[in-house]
């Protein structure tokens, strides 16, 4: 359920009415990605936690929600957004337990004074960065919509190179990609992680996986292991109980 107002934004409840979220009409909406992302990282959510390439904080301030004794910081490059991601913050009432930082992640590693802000180490990196390639798919003409959905070569790589900057030893990552892109993931994570969890996710239990949900620790030599799918939607078109569950 979303109410909208003239000002450019609706806020919309998601995970059942749980979280409140302030999202641009014409921008990016959270859906089945952040909701996958958020199940994914729920069981490691303690300490302190990262969201990168945060949008209107749907993952973020989610597990601030579902985890009250976590520090969040939302990481956005697009100002007004991150603005509006706080705003969400203070209407979750978790505004003391959420820093939001403006903040380009494809250049984080690079930006001393970026790292200063963000503050001590992560037990814990989540993220669900661009996937459509900027040199093989047209752009949307919504500039926000394209800086949410479109990435560049090499660009997945910088996130996870990204995330283990922030992560402290043994810390967990989560990525959410598309299949074409897991041979970059999985190079990427080779330098920083182990016990790398591959799971497929499927939208019917005929069809394809469309996304993989990846976990790692950060250091260490646990071998990589790939989880039973998640199917999404049964043949009739609605959510399986585990899709359900999420």
């Known amino acids: ?28 909406r959270a859906g089945t990605d952040a909701a996958l992302a958020i199940a994914a990282a729920r069981p490691d959510a303690h300490g302190r936690v990262v969201d990168l390439g945060a949008g209107s904080g749907a993952i973020g301030l989610s597990l601030a929600v579902l985890a009250p004794k976590i ?20 209407l979750n009432g978790c505004a003391e337990r959420v820093q939001c930082v403006v903040a380009d992640v494809e250049h984080l590693i690079h930006s001393p004074r970026t790292r200063h802000d963000l503050g ?3 037990d814990l990196v989540v993220t669900n960065p661009p996937f459509t390639n900027a040199q093989s798919s047209q752009a949307s003409p919504n500039p926000r919509r394209a800086l949410a959905h479109m ?15 922030l992560l402290r030893p043994k810390g967990s ?3 959410i990609c598309r299949p074409e892109a897991i041979t970059e993931a999985l190079e990427a994570l080779r330098r920083s992680f182990s016990g790398i969890a591959l799971r497929p996710v499927h939208p019917r239990v005929d069809a394809s996986a469309t996304r993989i949900l990846v976990r790692a620790q950060k250091g260490g030599r646990a071998p990589l292991t790939i989880l039973p799918p998640l199917v999404l939607h049964e043949e ?7 899709a359900e569950a999420i």
């Open 1 to 28: 359920m979303s109410t909208e107002n003239s000002a450019g934004f609706d806020e919309k409840s998601f995970l059942g009415g749980r979280v409140l979220l302030r999202q641009l009409r014409r921008g990016h």
């Open 71 to 90: 520090e969040v910081t939302l990481v956005e490059v697009d100002a007004e957004i991150a603005g509006l991601a706080a705003e969400s913050a203070v």
């Open 120 to 122: 001590p180490l992560y």
């Open 151 to 165: 990435t560049r070569e090499g660009a997945l790589a910088r996130w996870i190179d990204a995330g283990a900057v």
């Open 173 to 175: 990552l989560i990525v």
């Open 236 to 242: 009739d078109a609605s959510f399986t109980r585990l």
